[in-house]
């Protein structure tokens, strides 16, 4: 299952997300978004957990709880498709 984590922490590195996780269970990926000028993180990332049951353990133990100094916002990732349009500048 693929897992959006926003309201992170501008400090919070790939390992640190991951380790929150692992806790859960097994871990295929995190990686955190990041701008593609300055490479700074954008406050937001993906976790990718293979099984759906432990990856539903972790949204609902870590959902609101803090990393960092702040709480986090985990929900199950929306399909690249599913998202609202967001419009265009012209």
């Given at each position: 299952?693929?897992?959006?984590?926003?309201?992170?922490?501008?400090?919070?590195?790939?390992?640190?997300?991951?380790?929150?996780?692992?806790?859960?269970?097994?871990?295929?990926?995190?990686?955190?978004?990041?701008?593609?000028?300055?490479?700074?993180?954008?406050?937001?990332?993906?976790?990718?957990?293979?099984n759906n049951t432990e990856?539903?353990?972790?949204?609902?133990?870590?959902?609101?709880?803090?990393?960092?100094?702040?709480?986090?916002?985990?929900?199950?990732?929306?399909?690249?498709?599913?998202?609202?349009?967001?419009?265009?500048?012209?």
């Amino acid at each position: 299952m693929n897992i959006y984590v926003g309201n992170l922490a501008y400090g919070v590195t790939q390992d640190e997300l991951r380790e929150a996780f692992s806790a859960y269970g097994q871990v295929e990926s995190a990686s955190l978004i990041t701008d593609k000028f300055t490479g700074e993180s954008k406050g937001f990332g993906f976790v990718e957990m293979p099984n759906n049951t432990e990856a539903d353990a972790a949204i609902k133990a870590l959902n609101d709880t803090s990393l960092k100094g702040r709480n986090m916002k985990v929900n199950q990732a929306k399909p690249r498709g599913d998202r609202p349009s967001r419009g265009s500048r012209y």
